[in-house]
């Protein structure tokens, strides 16, 4: 099993940039695919972006494309998702997760597992 905690969130203005950082516990982060997903209030998580274990594939929603980045270091266990440009439309709560295949976490059953998550906070 696998213990995710995210950090770097915050507040930041229109514009502007941040880069979330989630650490993995337990079990090696390499042994996972691992992404990040959001969830705004009154609204269902949906998926940010992901990047396969070794660091070659990577998927991200049309929404963030083009702005945010991710990124993995397995010595470090760790995963990032570079943020800029960001807007008041991504306010929300960031969650870093893993899984067996980016395909089985955009998947609907998903059902993680998940970090505590990280508020990122976009002021117009």
């Known amino acids: 099993q696998v213990t995710l905690v995210e950090s770097g969130g915050g507040l930041v203005q229109a514009g502007g940039s941040l880069r979330l950082s989630c650490l993995a516990s337990?079990?090696?982060?390499?042994?996972?695919?691992m992404g990040w997903f959001r969830q705004a209030p009154g609204k269902e998580r949906e998926f940010v972006a992901g990047?396969?274990?070794?660091?070659?594939?990577?998927a991200s929603a049309d929404s963030v494309k083009g702005r945010f980045t991710i990124s993995r270091d397995n010595a470090k266990n760790t995963v990032y998702l570079q943020m800029n440009s960001l807007k008041p439309e991504d306010t929300a709560v960031y969650f870093c997760?893993?899984?067996?295949?980016?395909?089985?976490?955009?998947?609907?059953?998903?059902?993680?597992?998940w970090g505590q998550g990280t508020q990122v906070t976009v002021s117009a």
């Open positions: 997760a893993a899984a067996s295949t980016i395909a089985t976490m955009t998947s609907t059953r998903f059902r993680g597992p």
């Open positions: 990047i396969s274990r070794n660091g070659r594939s990577t």
């Open positions: 337990g079990r090696s982060s390499s042994s996972y695919d």
